[in-house]
Each structure stands twice: as C-alpha cells, then as structure tokens.
C-alpha cells in the first residue's frame, strides 16, 4: 500500500499528502523555496472526518476544498457572469446550441488559464513524481523526467464526468443545486476510477490533462515537488505526526 495518497498543486508549489501529514512546499515572494507541514487529522474537526465517509456529501466538502484552494481561478467567473448581463447571454435558452457552445466557451477559457500559467508546469511535476513514486523508483530529476505528465488519479476525469450530466440535468432547471448535485455525483464516479467500464473518461481526461492542465516542468517545478514529498516520507518514515 502507498504512503503517499496523492497531490495538489497552486500557482507556487506542490503538496503531497498520506492519511496522516500534508506537506506543501512552495516559492514565497522572494522566490525562495519554504515548507509547510500540516497534520490532516489535527486540521480536521471530527465532522469532517464523517463526511468523508458518506457518498455524495463528501463531494460537497471537497468542492468546498477546490474552491478555496484554488480561489484564484474562481474569481474568473464573476466576470463571466457581467459578460452574460452585458450581451444579453443569460437569455439564452438552456437545452439550445448555443447555450451548450457558451458552456464549452467558459469550459475552454478556463483552461487556456490554466494551461499558460505556472499551475500547468507544477501540475505536471505532480503528477511525474507521483508517477515515479507509484514506480517504486528513487526520486531524482532524471527518473521523473521520463514519467508522463498523465495521471489516472487526476481530478481532470471529475471534470469530464461534469460535462457529460451537465447536459442531462439542464432538462431539470435545477440552479445552484444541478452544480452541487452533478459535482457530488462525478466525484462519487471518480473514485471508481479501477472500474475498466470507465476507460472511455480516463482516455478523455488524459487528452485534458495533457494538452491544457499540465506542461513538462522545469526542473525548478520538479525539485520543489522532490522536496516536497521526501519530507512527507521522512515524516512516515519516523512515524511523526506534524502538532
């Protein structure tokens, strides 16, 4: 069994967690690499540890994760939202073309933000270390450089799963709670990620990851992801939990 269950990254660096520590290791403003080590168990109030273990609320929290995580890319959509006021766009009728090719427009948008910014660079060293990791190989630049820049644990499969119900729950007209009901339901069908009757989203995702929310790194991105990681199996290894 791994002891590292997975990662994430910001604009400034990568966290890799275990079910005990996180630890995140990123530039501050003076470019300089720092690290920060969190106990999850700690961090967590018993509520939250529940929620994780009930299907489909535990979507909502996650959401609730990625949102203040990655703040930065939400803040996009306000904008979004006046563009729709100014032209007339939010009368659009739902179920039509068009409103399925504004969708796609924000989706791909969106994207192309994430693409030609620096979370691409780190999230592909994310996800070529933990590739390396899940390998069983030492941990150098060399090594992770040869590993692909797709992940089959990648969120980018919850995003795909979105897409596909989004288009059946607009027959609903469901408001905020089509956005909470499809994200709850794709992150149920993401962990299911083993199951082969789903390789068909794996494929899809993986073009996403490749093409738009990942690029090859630099070794700066590598060697803060290296740093990263070690010191969470550092952690493991003397069997410390970060107070």
Known sequence: MSIVIGGTVTDKGIAFWSEKNSVYAYLDKDNNIKIKTTNIFKKEHKILKVLDKIPFIRGIKVLMEVIIQHWKIFLILPIFFYINDILGLKDIPINSLNY???????????????????????????????????KNLPLTIDNIKKE?????????????????????????????????????????????????????????????QKYFTTSQPTEKEIKIGIIAIEKLLKLEENQQVVF
Not at 103 to 127: D, N
Not at 176 to 201: A, D, G, H, V
């Open 100 to 134: 399925y090719l504004l969708e796609f427009g924000i989706f791909f948008i969106v994207l192309l933000f994430i693409r030609f910014s620096s979370i691409s660079k780190f999230h592909g060293a994310e996800h070529k270390i933990y590739n390396t990791y899940l």
């Open 148 to 208: 692909s820049t797709i992940s089959i644990n990648c969120g980018a499969n919850i995003i795909i799963y979105m897409i596909i119900l989004d288009v059946i729950f607009n027959y609903f007209g469901l408001g905020i709670w089509r956005i909470l009901l499809n994200f709850t339901i794709s992150y149920e069908l993401f962990r299911l990620y083993n199951y082969k009757i789903l390789f068909i989203f794996r494929y899809i995702s993986g073009l996403i």
